[in-house]
C-alpha cells in the first residue's frame, strides 16, 4: 500500500537469521537440551525496501550475560543501511 516492504517482514528476517545462524553454530546435542527464545525486539527502520530490492542481512552476537544474550541484526540495500535490529 506505501510501496514499501512492511515491518514485519523486516521481523521475519530478523527471526530467519538469528535461526539460521544458531543452526550453523549448534549441534544436534545443544539442541536436544537448549532453545532460545526471544524476550525483546528493537528495530530502528531507517531507509525503505521496496519489492524487488536486493537486501543483504547479516547477524551477530553481541553481549552475552549469563542465560541472556543480545544479536544484532544488519539489513542492508546496496551497502546502505536500512534496518537494524536487536534482540535480546
Known sequence: MLDHVNNVHYLQWVQNAAQKHWN??????LNCKYVWIVLR??????????LDDKITIS????DIYGVKSERIVEIKK???????????
Open 59 to 62: 547477524t551477530r552476537v553481541e
Open 24 to 29: 550453523i553454530l549448534s549441534t544436534p546435542d
Open 78 to 88: 546496496e551497502s546502505k543501511l536500512i534496518a537494524r535490529a536487536k534482540t535480546t
Open 41 to 50: 525486539h528493537e528495530i530502528d527502520y531507517l531507509r525503505a525496501a521496496k
